[in-house]
């Protein structure tokens, strides 16, 4: 077969990848940056504000449910929702969500599980977040929603989309400097600024490429629900709770000791009593021997309020597809799965996402520039006289 059809389809594919990398750049720096920060945020927010996260298990008895009637004392007029468990060995207060009234911004409480002593408190949304006041939580904000609510989401996942066919058109059109830039074989070329800048885009994409699909599906799996009519409903995209609140006669302490009865080696995350219609509690966690891929939120064990009965036990290894996509996602994207190594490495990867941008655009400018340059014709090179013989004297 002729190369012709190829050659057309490469350029096809540059195309793509220009226009998409083009499109989406000024969304891509800002969401690769402060993904780069949020690898960090638990610790970034321990040393910004050491006072709400320092607890001391010496000061007296742990107490889950001690520390749910502190969030409700400290937000009498929200919705306690739910308590997010630190892992095992790291002694930090509880952040205890709360909804706001009337359909409200979502309300945390920083308790110590220990003493139920109130540290803070924080409000989370966009336009109630502040930087100055919670950096992270804002930054988290930024990353997801570029602080604009509903509509900033829907930017943040058309920007998704944009970086994964940015990847794949850029796979197929570089593919065979691929090999040479991931083994550091291809050089830095230093003739011009485009020559450099040029190898450095393949450099940057090259050793990207895989980690920036991870981030750009991932991402995109997780704020699926923007396509959906229910998304739209509410400024911040989140349902408001409807009908009495749920209630229990047992304790969260005395629920979560009975989801450890039923699931041995059971480490929680998340605690929640929730009305599905009747009251139940539900339990997130991981197992101990489960792969950390999974991230810590997909085992699960709920519990019937009023007497504690075990109504389902769950584990990954037995969800559909599905659900299994739902539990691989936020751990793949956020990088929590493996260790300090992995987190430089998507820590790079957030840079690598703007310095692509930035050398991808420069590259474009320069192609555009010189396609709108007049052609230069050369200068007409005069023919040589024949001779016809010797000159008359």
């Known amino acids: 077969m002729?190369?012709?059809?190829?050659?057309?389809?490469?350029?096809?594919?540059?195309?793509?990848?220009?226009?998409?990398?083009?499109?989406?750049?000024?969304?891509?720096?800002?969401?690769?940056?402060?993904?780069?920060?949020?690898?960090?945020?638990?610790?970034?927010?321990?040393?910004l504000f050491p006072r709400l996260f320092e607890v001391h298990p010496g000061d007296g008895e742990l107490s889950y449910q001690r520390a749910i009637e502190t969030a409700q004392r400290a937000f009498p007029e929200a919705r306690v929702r739910?308590?997010?468990?630190?892992?095992?060995?790291?002694?930090?207060?509880?952040?205890?969500?709360?909804?706001?009234?009337?359909?409200?911004?979502?309300?945390?409480?920083?308790?110590?599980?220990?003493?139920?002593?109130?540290?803070?408190?924080?409000?989370?949304?966009?336009?109630?977040?502040?930087?100055?006041?919670d950096p992270?939580?804002?930054?988290?904000?930024?990353?997801?929603?570029?602080?604009?609510?509903q509509v900033g989401q829907l930017v943040?996942?058309?920007?998704?989309?944009?970086l994964a066919l940015s990847v794949l058109t850029g796979t197929f059109v570089y593919r065979k400097q691929l090999a040479r830039a991931f083994t550091l074989r291809e050089p830095l070329r230093r003739k011009s600024w485009a020559a450099r800048f040029a190898s450095l885009h393949r450099l940057v994409g090259a050793w990207t490429l895989v980690l920036n699909l991870v981030l750009a599906v991932s991402g995109l799996w997780m704020l699926r629900a923007t396509f959906t009519a229910d998304f739209w409903k509410r400024p911040d995209g989140r349902p408001a709770p409807t009908g009495p609140a749920?209630?229990?006669?047992?304790?969260?302490?005395?629920?979560?000791?009975?989801?450890?009865?039923?699931?041995?080696?059971?480490?929680?995350?998340?605690?929640?009593?929730?009305?599905?219609?009747?009251?139940?509690?539900?339990?997130?966690?991981?197992?101990?021997?489960?792969?950390?891929?999974?991230?810590?939120?997909?085992?699960?064990?709920?519990?019937?309020?009023s007497n504690l009965g075990v109504l389902e036990v769950r584990r990954p290894e037995t969800l559909p597809v599905g659900e299994k996509l739902n539990a691989l996602a936020f751990p793949l994207h956020q990088g929590h799965w493996g260790g300090l190594p992995v987190k430089l490495l998507y820590v790079l990867a957030g840079i690598g996402v703007p310095m692509l941008s930035l050398t991808g655009t420069l590259l474009w400018l320069r192609r555009t520039r010189r396609r709108a340059q007049p052609a230069t014709r050369p200068e007409p090179v005069p023919r040589p006289v024949p001779a016809t013989g010797a000159s008359k004297g």
């Open 2 to 47: 002729p190369p012709a059809p190829r050659v057309n389809l490469t350029r096809l594919a540059m195309r793509i990848h220009s226009w998409s990398g083009l499109l989406g750049a000024l969304v891509f720096v800002v969401v690769g940056l402060s993904g780069a920060v949020l690898v960090f945020h638990q610790e970034l927010d321990a040393a």
């Open 156 to 162: 943040v996942v058309l920007a998704s989309i944009l």
């Open 246 to 305: 749920p209630r229990s006669a047992h304790s969260y302490d005395e629920a979560l000791a009975a989801a450890r009865r039923a699931l041995p080696g059971f480490e929680p995350s998340w605690m929640e009593l929730r009305a599905l219609p009747s009251d139940r509690f539900v339990i997130l966690g991981r197992h101990t021997q489960e792969t950390k891929l999974y991230g810590r939120y997909a085992s699960a064990v709920v519990l019937d309020a």
């Open 82 to 133: 739910g308590l997010r468990v630190p892992p095992p060995g790291e002694p930090r207060s509880l952040a205890i969500q709360a909804v706001g009234p009337r359909g409200g911004p979502a309300l945390i409480a920083l308790v110590d599980p220990y003493t139920g002593a109130l540290r803070g408190t924080r409000i989370w949304g966009s336009g109630h977040t502040r930087f100055l006041e």
């Open 136 to 149: 992270v939580s804002w930054t988290y904000l930024l990353h997801y929603q570029l602080t604009a609510g």
